[in-house]
């Protein structure tokens, strides 16, 4: 497609219960990114996927978060047992290389309760 | 510690006037900083990018610029539509984890008619 897509673009979930977020970046963007963008805060690293690399997940703030990206395309973020600290905008981003610019999807919101 | 500060939080300003953000940031060693705008509900979208050796860089109405001594950078925007109004995000990051973006919590503008 001609941006990056999130689905769903909200969310509202129990607290306890498991969440899956999807990002589909522009086709032939080997950079995949997850940023996380709470109230009032700037936006936090998550996750890095380049290519076939191992992915860099030291922004993830707790094993209860994983993510996976399958066929170098669309990304998983999964969420277990969501807790309301967790209720955030979670943003994908895609690019060419880590320079270049990048490009942002509209973001899932999720809601905790 | 990597930071990214923004002045002022928000700001108002009639259509037509010209208003200029600010941007201080303790990213050491640095790599590049960019402007992003982001519209309520949507991903930020890139305005500019500039490198060490670059000290000011325009897109239409807005024009960044960049003073890498004192850690500080300004987005200056000219003639206000009323289109500018969304929240102006300052990103920097480092030349050992370029994929890193560090955010500002970003200036909301809101320009009246």
């Known amino acids: 497609g001609a941006g990056v897509s999130q689905s769903p673009s909200n969310k509202v979930t129990e607290k306890g219960k498991d969440v899956e977020l999807r990002c589909d970046p522009i086709s032939g963007h080997t950079a995949l990114y997850w940023y996380r963008q709470s109230l009032g805060q700037g936006l936090e690293f998550l996750i890095y996927f380049q290519g076939n690399s191992a992915p860099d997940k030291s922004g993830l703030p707790s094993d209860r978060f994983s993510a996976e990206r399958t066929g170098g395309s669309v990304s998983t973020l999964t969420i277990q047992r969501t807790q309301q600290e967790d209720s955030a905008v979670y943003l994908c981003a895609s690019s060419l290389d880590s320079y270049y610019g990048y490009t942002f999807g509209s973001g899932t919101r999720l809601t905790v309760v | ?113």
């Open chain 2, 1 to 113: 510690k990597n930071q990214v500060e923004q002045s002022p939080q928000s700001l108002i300003i009639l259509e037509g006037k010209n208003c200029t953000l600010q941007c201080n940031y303790t990213v050491s060693p640095f790599s590049n900083l960019r402007w992003y705008k982001q519209d309520t509900g949507r991903g930020p979208v890139s305005l500019t990018i500039m490198t060490f050796s670059e000290n000011t860089k325009s897109n239409g109405r807005y024009t960044a610029t960049l003073d890498a001594d004192t850690k500080q950078s300004s987005l200056h925007i000219t003639a206000s539509q009323l289109s500018d109004s969304a929240s102006y995000i300052c990103v920097v990051s480092a030349v050992d984890s370029s994929y890193k973006l560090i955010f500002g919590s970003g200036t909301r503008l809101l320009v009246r008619p």
